[in-house]
């Protein structure tokens, strides 16, 4: 039972830098918006989170830098894309490999060296509750940072009236331009909010799930699981987070029976992943392809299953809308 | 599309490079590197003795075949994201067929080669029936297969192909030096290698531009949807393009397996892969462009070795001024878009 | 009261709008008309604040603007109301409504929905996505948003596409409601004189961006005609050719065939057309008709059944064997599904004859230029092309010989003239022997085309009709859900 709980303890710290990213890039392109510059961002910012820390002393000043610079890549993708009328898959990606090599240069002379990190937080009376205690009781602040970020997403989206004018822009920018709402501006906003998460997410791998800078960085192709997990997560927050979860389990349960085979060679166990994100990603199609609709159509109880199962892409995602050519 | 005038287009061509030039300054300054120094070592490194120039064409070799091979997937909208992965798994193949042989010549060197593209193709294949009968955007499929791709390698340097006493990163069993691909002179670059990039160069050329088969190519990227009513195959036309990218791909992994390392190790495909997509995307994908930029950006990345060992700084400034240029052609292009809607709207 | 002042809305080198003004006075119905690319809706997105004027001026309640925003006009009390409504479908009723009104609860909202509906006979469930409703629903509930707005002046663009007859008699009565008894303005853009005659107060005729005249009742319906058409309106539209006898090979028959699309399937599917015969399509969207032509040509998928092509059988229906066989499908929407943008004309002739080698010049001038009065030069790209001419480009892109072609909304966005032509050269096809099965949102278009019309009614065939029942009310009310036996008792 113990080993449960320890274990559930590590998939929530694993998996809630993955959870802010994936938070962060669903409030990105819930309003319309792809940022493929996650990856990178995310190694960017750790580094620069981790070098203000070591600069200042001071780990809380080094998440705010992180999420500074994550804000701020996406807001270069934000005007470049929006504004200026690029590709945003285009430059997204520019950016991902820039920030890498950016991170990478900038980051030579902090390789391998020690830093602050942001310790753990213990929540006095949860610790001694028996069964959430040892899961809950003592964590890393960037655990709880990512359960209050799963709240406040998800309560911003569905139950505020900014929630509703993010979702309109991203579902229909002709109708919201139509209703008032200031497109442009609104995609922009949700880019820097969801690239401050971002940032977060890799100050959280540089000041607390892995602590310190290296080449390679421990976090690199998170940024694309990210990406997948939004598109499995169905664009929910709640649904994106369990997905994050989940892959973090993967990753802790690799670690175990890593163990247990060790006839498996490592590599497969550190790639592992990425088939998998392909086959999340497989099957959040598969309701869609014809011989799977054949067979619910034939059996109508499975109907129930697939509804839930099926995913709905903001209907605007990665499209392009600029006020002055009216509607 | 483009009615400015000639010295209008050039002169955005400089503001894009004037913007490239200010933006690396500006990044690399909090590295404390002194600016012009740097920029100094970075293109003499390439430059300044044959043996150097030997080396950026060695780099050439491998960025033009996969630039090039990227033009096709292009053409049909793709965004070929798993060509590093396809040239590993190139090199994978080239390095597994020559497994049984302790020397050889060109008999051996030509199915090397034919195994290389065989893999990149069988790579870029996956992608494409992941992408074409299921749904999976070609970015994602792409990278997984790129990290798995990877991961293979590592598997196979560090377990059945180890080099016997030690398994180590620095590779599998060097190749006889009759499985070498002959070298142009003294130079560290082979004639053969250069002549193949030359050769895909002109078939790509021939094949998109050319022939009927390239229209066809042209008018899927265009409308998928029209192309099913026209009854051109999109499907099968869209794994084609994938195939004959990761074929290019492999072959551009054979140049490295057989004309630079002669071996395989985990950094094989050292970034050609992605450097290609910023190429590409510099280029705008148009083909002339296309060997010129891929030359400038190989001297970029020999003169970054340099670096470490004359500045302190890291090596990874090349990959940063590459991704610079490209993001400054963009700006610039999209300045451009925004005053040129902004005169019309007046 | 509002007054549009010389108003000009260019695209480039298009005039959309060219030195517009009129003056609208509250309680009145107004009706703009004109055909299509007159440039109707462009003047009421510039009412709307949708658009902005290339210059001129609007004068609303006595205070000069130069252009409106949807904020602004929302405050001006201008609401305007979309053929295709636009809203978000995959939102809740209830979302939809409240957005981009002042700041209320989700349950205020519910009960102000609550009691729209209750005035105007309707109802809406608050937590069902929009995408739920069909578009008749969807467009009340556009109108019930702008009048909670607070919008006095409504415009509606071509209302009543997509919607039964009957709904459009509601919808018009709660228009002359609005106006007589709470004095608001409404103006109505539409291309059917016959609801301009119905409802308005005055007409304004539009033709080629220019506001030509005018109309105060009793109208003239040539005069209307001819101010709208200019001299286009003499053309003459071929009758329908006469059929095959009945013991010809039929052209197709269907039997129990079931086809399934991406949202739902549709089934036992029984149904024969004779060789030359002009069949329509009518239906509200979504009851099948879409689906009935993309099973025909194998875009969308057979997983039962059969149907016969004159002789040969065919259990599945593969596209490019179809093809083959003769069975030509056009899309409504050309650029987006059947032309490429920026290929030009001789490219797509070469891939759309790949069997002919060689130069294809010749070809081309005989095929496009000779066959389609395709006026244009073979450099031309896709994109690049009037409507008209990309509805040219796209005949002139089909076999000669096509056994059967199925047609999606034939002359969409098409002016009067081109639209003629088009109906001129499917008529011909059908004369020389091609079977024509085609679907239009305009009642009217189906009604006048057609030898037998199919409908379609929640995802079935309700009925096909033929001779004397292809009428208005009959179809009408099939295409609402009513039973033949109904209609029939009815008439009796």
Redesign the interface.
Known sequence: METFGLTLAAILVAGSPLVLATLGETLTEKAGIINLSLDGSILLSAMAAFVVSVTFDNPWIGLLAGMAVGAAIAGVLGIIGIYLGQSQLAVGFILTLLCRDLAYFLGHNYSRQPGPDLGLWSIPGIGDVPLIGPIFGSQSPVVYLGLVAIFVCWWWMYRTEGGMRLRAVGESPRAAFGRGIRVRLVRLYYCLAGGALIGMAGAAYSLAVKPGWGRPQGCEGAGWIALAIVIFGGWHPVRAALGAFFFAGLQVSGIYLQEVFPSIPAPVFQVAPFPMMILTLLAVNLGRMGWMQDIVRRHPFLKTFSKGWSIEAPAALGQDFDPKKGL | MNRDSLLAQIGWVCAALGLALFLTILVAWPAGAPPFETIYVLFKGGVSSMSKIGRVLAGWVPLTLCAVGLLVPFTARLWNIGVEGQVIMGAIFCTAALRPYDEGGALQIALAIGAAMLGGALWALLAGCLRVFGRVHEIFSGLGLNFVALGVTLWLIFGPWKRPGVASMSGTQPLDMSLWLPRLGKLSVSWVGLALAIAATIFVYILLYRTKWGLKMRAVGENPKAATLFSLGPRRRLLQAFMICGALAGLAGATQVLGVYHRLLPAISSNYGYTALLVGMMASFRLPLVPFICLFFASLNVGSIQLPLQLGLDSSLSGVIQGVMVLSLFIVQGLRLWLRQRKEAD | MIVLNDIHKHY?RVRANDGISLTLEPGRIYALVGENGAGKSTLM?VLAG???PTSGTLEIGGETISHL???LA?EKGVG?LYQDP??????PVW?NF???AP?RSKQEVVDVIGELSYRLDACFLPDEPVSSLTVGERQLLELLRLLDLGATTLILDEPTTGITPEQKQDLFDLLMKLAREEGHTIILVTHKLSEAFEMADSIFIMRQGALVATLEPPYDEKELVHLMFGDAADGEVEALPELPPKDVTPRLTMRDTLF?G?KY?MGDLNFTARPGECIGLAGLDGSGQELFLRGLCG?D?M?GGGFDLDSATYRSND??TL??AGVQ?V?ADRL????????NLM?HI???F?DKKGDLTDFYQSQCVDGFNLRAHPDTQANELSGGNQQRLLLSLIPNDTKLLLMEHPTRGLDAGSARQVWNHLKSRCAKGSTLIFFSPDLDEVLEHSHRVIVFYDRAIAAVVEGDDISMEVVGALMAGKSMEDIKENNS
């Open positions: 480039g997105r949708h658009t902005r925003t949807p904020t929302r305007m636009l809203d978000f479908p995959a939102m979302e409240q957005l981009g700041k399934a991406p399937s875009l998928r997983p596209f490019a093809r083959k499908f899309p987006q599904m059947a032309l490429f943008p920026a290929l490219e070469t891939l759309a790949p």
